[in-house]
């Protein structure tokens, strides 16, 4: 059966390969532009500006790291503190600043082509502790949502990411492991389990919160994401990390505009696409676009775990995979299993209905692997 979908996804395929590709003047555009994440933390946090550049829509690598820059938080009154590229990753970090709240902040970037950007000086703004994060279970969904307040009511404008870490198995466990030195299938020790594993995932989308036509600077459960009962993520436990940004009026208008353009375009009645103007500028060529917003704000974080049990009884997790299995006979090819290009794991010993022995179960990597979607090692936070 595995075998034979196979050959319909390769028709499949080649059919489609027939088609023509339509590459519009925006996809094969030559421009490549700096995009700037994170904040300046005033405080006793870790400050973490990523850095990197745009790539065509037609690339096939997603990521483009701005490597060998030199980043420097300044103060309106003359200090400096430089930022380090330590991982040569395009993440450029200082251990904690401790600045003073009376002084205003901006970040000086000089990239290793030799432009050289700034981003206007901004006020510290300090941002009010997170008091819950919940959830309600609504439509077949969890959906998970955050509680805070500014007793000094200064705050008005939130922002929040997230990060996400749930335990999950493949679909099949699998007892038996191809020996590639002998061309022979052993018994897997425990050392080589590839079935539980921890997935890990962060927000994509942007959410916002705003007091500032209340009365009181209260946000009452603003929703972070919606998983439905049946996700994966759900399987066993699941943990969210989130995180708080309080903005300044000009930040939130800013995240506000990104949010339309990328997250509320696809139909007539969606927002229109709009320039979006950041507080990050090109000194070497002031008509280059820089996209991103820096802020001077301490970050606020709270987790939460939550266990399968808070789902209705009966719940199963839907694997995200067409999954089926295969019998390798005793006397069959092992380059089947053994590749290359490694297309199949065997899974367990096969018997008739004798209890006869009569080959090897196998599956696809995806159905059996749990280590292609996640790791093994359990996070140092998880209880």
């Avoid at 096939?60 to 820059?69: E, H, R, V």
């Avoid at 200090?79 to 901006?106: E, F, K, T, W």
């Avoid at 987790?303 to 067409?322: K, Q, V």
Wanted: with cysteine; net charge neutral; aromatic share 10%.
């Amino acid at each position: 059966m595995i075998k034979l979908r196979t050959a319909c996804y390769l028709v499949v395929l080649s059919l489609l390969c027939c088609r023509k590709p339509y590459g519009p003047p925006a996809i094969n555009s030559p421009g490549s532009y700096l995009v700037v994440e994170g904040v300046i933390n005033p405080g006793s946090d870790s400050t973490i500006i990523k850095l990197s550049k745009t790539v065509k829509l037609s690339s096939a690598t997603p990521l483009n790291p701005a490597l060998g820059a030199t980043v420097t938080v300044e103060s309106n009154q003359g200090s400096s503190c430089p930022l380090i590229d330590v991982n040569n990753d395009g993440n450029y970090s200082a251990a904690a600043l401790n600045l003073p709240g009376s002084q205003q902040y901006r970040l000086k970037i000089n990239t290793s082509d030799g432009r050289q950007y700034v981003s206007d000086f901004v006020p510290v703004k300090l941002t009010p502790a997170i008091d819950s994060v919940g959830y309600v279970l609504t439509n077949n969904n969890v959906q998970l949502y955050v509680n805070a307040h500014d007793p000094a009511n200064n705050t008005h404008y939130y922002r929040w990411d997230y990060e996400e870490t749930w335990i999950f198995h493949s679909k099949y466990f699998s007892d038996l492991v191809v020996n590639t030195n002998t061309a022979s299938i052993a018994f897997r020790t425990p050392a080589q389990q590839i079935y539980t594993c921890f997935g890990n995932d962060a927000s994509s989308n942007i959410d916002l919160g705003s007091t500032a036509n209340l009365s009181q600077d209260v946000v009452y459960q603003a929703p972070l994401t919606k998983i439905p009962f049946t996700s994966e993520k759900f399987e066993e436990k699941y943990s969210i990390l989130v995180q708080q940004y309080a903005l300044t009026g000009d930040a939130y208008t800013f995240y506000q505009n990104l949010k339309k353009n990328t997250e509320q375009l696809g139909s007539i009645f969606d927002a229109q696409p709009s320039q979006i103007n950041g507080n990050i500028h090109c000194l070497t060529n002031p008509n280059e676009p820089v996209i991103g917003y820096i802020s001077a704000t301490n970050v606020q974080s709270k987790r939460i775990f939550l266990l399968n049990s808070i789902l209705p009884p009966l719940t199963m997790a839907t694997y995200p995979y067409d999954c089926e299995q295969d019998t390798l006979p005793i006397n069959g090819d092992l380059t089947t299993l053994l590749g290359p290009p490694y297309v199949f794991i065997p899974i367990n010993l096969a018997y008739n209905k004798k209890g006869v022995f009569v080959g090897y179960l196998y599956s696809r990597p995806l159905c059996v692997d749990c280590t292609l979607r996640g790791t093994i090692t359990q996070p140092s936070f998880w209880k």
